[in-house]
T-cell receptor, first 108, second 113 residues
């Protein structure tokens, strides 16, 4: 069945360092969504990517969708303490499946 | 304000007991979902519903049941057949099931007494 793998599981960075989380699917995806869950909170939608090779930016966040539409990445430039949380990808083939998430902690 | 309301925030279940988690949305969304979240395992889909009076099993439906009698409501029952129910349960909704972002409630944390 469809699987979405996400790495790393945890990432601890110093404030100001960059951060990247990667998402890989066993099947070609029609689209991929990214969500952020703050500690103690619920997932909040960040962005959706649909096109092969698509790149979208939100301030310090850069989202990429692979050419084969099987992988995606989220890159945060110069992390801040407000970036703390767990970042999930969710890939859709027939149904949507969430990755296990990458938990980001930031040391001030 | 439009949104999704889950209740209760915390719930305790005794052995052999069924419990029902409430999920209500006033976003006029057609699709609704239930996820279970365990540490390190992300979100796993329990059930989803695309329209009223219709619902589909997700990846981990065993031990759970749902109903969708109204567009606004999608309650989840955790039955006694679910042997490991302790988890954080999240309800979500979207305009449709395809290509639309999901909006999540604040969750219900279920524990076993």
């Amino acid at each position: 069945g469809q699987q979405v793998m996400q790495i790393p599981q945890y990432q601890h960075v110093q404030e100001g360092e960059d951060f990247t989380t990667y998402c890989n699917s066993s099947t070609t995806l029609s689209n991929i969504q990214w969500y952020k869950q703050r500690p103690g909170g619920h997932p909040v939608f960040l962005i959706q990517l649909v096109k092969s090779g698509e790149v979208k930016k939100q301030k310090r966040l850069t989202f990429q969708f692979g050419e084969a539409k099987k992988n995606s990445s989220l890159h945060i430039t110069a992390t801040q303490t407000t970036d703390v949380g767990t970042y999930f990808c969710a890939g859709r083939n027939n149904d949507m499946r969430f990755g296990a998430g990458t938990r980001l902690t930031v040391k001030p | 304000d439009g949104g999704i309301t889950q209740s209760p925030k915390y719930l305790f279940r005794k052995e052999g007991q069924n419990v029902t988690l409430s999920c209500e949305q006033n976003l006029n969304h057609d699709a609704m979902y239930w996820y279970r979240q365990d540490p390190g395992q992300g979100l796993r889909l329990i059930y989803y519903s695309q329209i009223v009076n219709d619902f589909q099993k997700g990846d981990i439906a065993e031990g759970y049941s749902v109903s969708r009698e109204k567009k606004e409501s999608f309650p989840l029952t955790v039955t006694s057949a679910q042997k490991n129910p302790t988890a954080f349960y999240l309800c979500a909704s979207s305009i449709r099931t395809s290509n639309q972002p999901q909006h999540f409630g604040d969750g219900t944390r279920l524990s076993i007494l």
